[in-house]
């Protein structure tokens, strides 16, 4: 059993940063893909990142390629994002999911409000 609790969201004004953090209850940290989802009003769940459970494999979304960053401490058990030039497009809430065979977790979602 994995519990993950989202932090960092806010409200940032367009071309600004925010770091978002995911902190995940349990032993088995390391051994789960992590992945932050968004979803933004009225649309549906949206992939944003993903990072391997040892950090060497990194994936995102075309949307966001290029100014996010998805990291990982497994020391602190915690995966973070970083979002830098963001966009009004970027308001959603955010997602962190942690996934092994046969498991998957969701945490309780961050909002982020980049006004237009």
């Known amino acids: 059993q994995v519990q993950l609790v989202e932090s960092g969201g806010g409200l940032v004004q367009a071309g600004g940063s925010l770091r978002l953090s995911c902190a995940a209850s349990g032993r088995t940290f390391s051994s789960y893909n992590m992945r932050w989802f968004r979803q933004a009003p009225g649309k549906e769940r949206e992939f944003v990142a993903l990072i391997s459970w040892s950090g060497g494999v990194t994936s995102y979304a075309d949307s966001v390629k290029g100014r996010f960053t998805i990291s990982r401490d497994n020391a602190k058990n915690t995966v973070y994002l970083q979002m830098n030039s963001l966009k009004p497009e970027d308001t959603a809430v955010y997602y962190c999911?942690?996934?092994?065979?046969?498991?998957?977790?969701w945490g309780q979602g961050t909002q982020v409000t980049v006004p237009s």
């Open positions: 999911n942690a996934g092994a065979p046969g498991s998957v977790y």
